[in-house]
């Protein structure tokens, strides 16, 4: 099976710039979350979906955040403008309800590495 | 104050050594508890659930002090391949399903 996929894999681009990650949760999947980890801070929860709609954006940084998903297999996170203190990992995970109820794991992708010059 | 608070480490350890880990979290309502694993530049991955009465799954023994508020991983006959950083989790008893992670220890593992 697929599983949590992410793109790009790497992003390399100037301040300023409008950043856009994109996921693909695992088929079937109801919950989507999205993290952010740096050396400084660690895993961070930035934003997550139930059923492609958001219900906790609390951890969404600032307002040059922001995230869709627009369908059950799809989501962006987008940073507009983009700065250099916004370089970091971020990663998608993915998760059934029950799966979360009975303490079975969020599927994490691999990442996307961020880095704002 | 953060959530779930752990010792960075690094630990660096001979094969066959045992290591515990030790994490302490600030909120009492803290329902579930985790420990994942994250190896070097990869995605972290579920490495066992804690229960109270306590857990084992294989050379690794996960414990809950729900009356100290710290949850502990060990790990027996360390393997080369434990070489990783282990990342304390708590979900908190609300409905909410957000997960809080702690920012990880670093093992090393040296022959």
């Known amino acids: 099976d697929a599983g949590v996929i992410q793109s790009p894999r790497h992003e390399v681009t100037e301040m300023g710039q409008e950043v856009t990650l994109r996921c693909k949760p695992i088929?079937?999947?109801?919950?989507l979350f999205w993290y952010r980890q740096t050396m400084m801070r660690g895993l961070e929860l930035l934003i997550y979906?139930?059923?492609?709609?958001?219900?906790?954006d609390s951890g969404m940084p600032e307002d040059r955040f922001s995230a869709k998903m627009p369908n059950a297999s799809f989501s962006t996170l987008k940073i507009q403008p983009s700065e250099p203190r916004d370089s970091a990992v971020y990663f998608c995970?993915?998760?059934?309800?029950?799966?979360?109820?009975?303490?079975?794991?969020?599927?994490f992708g691999d990442g996307t590495r961020l880095s704002i010059l | 104050r953060k959530e779930v608070e752990q010792d960075p480490g690094p630990f660096n350890v001979p094969e066959g050594a045992t290591v515990a880990f030790n994490c302490t979290y600030s909120?009492?309502?803290?329902?579930?508890f985790f420990w994942y694993r994250q190896d070097c530049r990869k995605e972290p991955k579920l490495l066992m659930s804690?229960?109270?009465s306590g857990n084992e799954d294989g050379r690794f023994t996960a414990q809950l002090n729900r009356a100290s508020q710290y949850i502990s991983l060990l790990i027996r006959d360390s393997k080369l391949s434990d070489s990783a950083t282990y990342l304390c989790?708590?979900?908190?008893?609300?409905?909410?399903?957000?997960?809080?992670f702690g920012s990880g220890t670093r093992l090393l593992v040296r022959p």
């Open positions: 995970a993915s998760s059934f309800r029950t799966a979360i109820l009975s303490n079975q794991p969020q599927h």
């Open positions: 088929s079937g999947h109801d919950y």
């Open positions: 979906f139930n059923n492609n709609v958001p219900i906790d």
């Open positions: 909120n009492s309502a803290s329902q579930s």
């Open positions: 804690v229960y109270s």
């Open positions: 989790v708590v979900k908190k008893m609300d409905s909410s399903y957000k997960l809080i």
